[in-house]
């Protein structure tokens, strides 16, 4: 069920539904299906991956967090990779005119087929890394390596280890 992307086209396909329980929480009066105006989300895997993929607008499939790769391309690495792949985000709803599913990186917690450790140091955006996860995860519609790579323990998902990958 895609829709023509107009205002309101989260409300209309349930944007809120698939990403509440991912949604990073924030103090709020509103209820129901209209998203905030700015609502970020992280830890987003295979299943809502899968479910977006089918039901954003072609437009929000094809952008991108500034150099990162497109909308697309995450989306198909988190629902190829179920439980190496989780997806950090934000949503804008229909009070602003740039609503939108915006996605800056994500967590990998897959193993490389190399060692990491014997190159990479906190945030040293190893080229090395991103080249295996861009090719491991098909990640070429990247305009630019990651701003950061680090090596990380997220906060909604502490006891995993993983590469956070990120595009400011």
């Not at 396909?13 to 105006?37: F, N």
């Not at 609502?39 to 899968?50: D, M």
């Not at 929000?60 to 179920?82: E, I, K, S």
């Amino acid at each position: 069920m895609l829709v023509e992307e107009q205002s309101g086209w989260t409300t209309k396909i349930g944007i809120k539904r698939i990403l509440e329980p991912y949604m990073v929480c924030i103090e709020s009066d509103r209820t129901g299906e209209e998203l905030e105006s700015f609502v970020p989300f992280h830890g987003l895997g295979a299943s809502a991956a899968e479910r977006l993929l089918k039901l954003l607008p072609s437009q929000q499939l094809d952008g991108r967090q500034n150099y990162g790769p497109t909308t697309l391309q995450l989306l198909q690495a988190a629902a190829a990779h179920p439980d190496q792949v989780e997806l950090v985000g934000y949503a804008i709803g229909p009070t602003r005119p740039d609503e939108r599913v915006s996605i800056e990186g994500f967590v990998y917690y897959g193993t490389p087929d190399f060692h990491v450790e014997a190159f990479h140091e906190t945030s040293c955006e190893c080229d090395v890394l991103w080249e295996y996860l861009e090719r491991e995860l098909g990640l070429d519609s990247a305009l630019d390596r990651p701003d950061e790579i680090t090596k990380i323990r997220p906060s909604w998902n502490p006891g995993r280890e993983g590469w956070w990958v990120w595009w400011d």
